[in-house]
């Protein structure tokens, strides 16, 4: 026989029981062992899909306790699973929060892989972007296009060039759009060093700040529909000098870390 399928429409962002019962043509119960069948915990909430680099990706939490949200929904290194905590519980329903970070990936190679993440989401309601951190790295900067608009000289491929890009797509395919600021970086491995104060990198985290912003430029347009609400890692680690407790390494928080990212997440999520 084939398979029923049935659509419930008018449902609120809850979790839910689904109950599934045999009846015959005259709407009787269908006697039998197996005529019943019950899922309890069937949510239905809000979607976001987490996108950038390997710092969206987890690289460095040292913290496996939390890696697995406390609905199970989230299964995840980094800030994930504790955003799904943090939403679910402030807004009592469930959240999911899928991770699509790719290691060492810039703001152009995030832009050629967003088509599939969007595909691989049909459900999502918001993308949490965040590039900048290997945009900076010493060997090619990306230069930012800060002050730039499309149509300039020395507007494409920068930084700015690829995040609108991004937003363009997100747009197209009716998402909503949260854009982070990068981290703050603390040295250049290619130079051998670690853990150095910020300044001995004060050419790439300035780069970093152009790339912010390019940021600010493209949220302050109203057509790109950006949440005006971004989490701004570059100060929160820079100015509270977490990055002296809260970095695995020079670019990467370490379980710590994460959790101030997811904190700073929920912020500009539920932020009015």
């Known amino acids: 026989?084939?398979?029923?399928?049935?659509?419930?429409?008018?449902?609120?962002?809850?979790?839910?029981?689904?109950?599934a019962q045999i009846i015959d043509g005259g709407q009787?119960?269908?006697?039998?062992?197996?005529?019943?069948?019950?899922?309890?915990?069937?949510?239905?909430?809000?979607?976001?899909?987490?996108?950038?680099?390997?710092?969206?990706?987890g690289v460095g939490d040292d913290i496996a306790s939390d890696d697995l949200s406390n609905d199970g929904r989230n299964n995840s290194r980094g800030f994930t699973p504790l955003l799904n905590n943090l939403l679910s519980a402030s807004?009592?329903?469930?959240?999911?929060?899928?991770?699509?970070?790719?290691?060492?990936?810039?703001?152009?190679?995030?832009?050629?892989?967003?088509?599939?993440?969007?595909?691989n989401h049909p459900d999502a309601d918001a993308f949490l972007i965040k590039f900048g951190v290997n945009d900076s790295f010493p060997f090619m900067p990306i230069p930012s296009g800060a002050g730039l608009n499309p149509g300039d000289a020395g507007y494409p491929g920068t930084f700015k060039d690829s995040m609108q890009q991004i937003v363009n797509q997100l747009n197209a395919a009716n998402l909503g759009i949260y854009i982070a600021k990068p981290n703050v970086t603390l040295g250049d491995l290619d130079q051998g060093t670690q853990y150095p104060p910020p300044v001995q990198t004060a050419a790439r985290n300035q780069l970093i700040l152009e790339y912010i912003d390019a940021i600010n430029e493209i949220i302050a347009v109203p057509a790109n529909n950006v949440s005006p609400n971004s989490p701004d890692f570059f100060n929160e680690f820079l100015n509270n000098q977490l990055y002296q407790t809260e970095y695995s390494d020079n670019f990467h928080p370490n379980g710590a870390g994460y959790q101030t990212m997811g904190d700073l997440w929920f912020q500009a999520i539920t932020a009015p």
């Open 28 to 57: 009787n119960d269908h006697p039998g062992l197996f005529n019943l069948d019950q899922v309890s915990n069937v949510g239905r909430g809000d979607y976001y899909v987490a996108f950038g680099d390997s710092i969206t990706f």
């Open 91 to 119: 807004l009592n329903y469930p959240n999911f929060v899928a991770n699509e970070g790719g290691p060492g990936d810039t703001a152009s190679e995030g832009l050629a892989k967003l088509a599939a993440a969007i595909a």
């Open 1 to 19: 026989n084939t398979p029923y399928n049935g659509t419930l429409t008018g449902l609120g962002k809850a979790e839910h029981t689904v109950q």
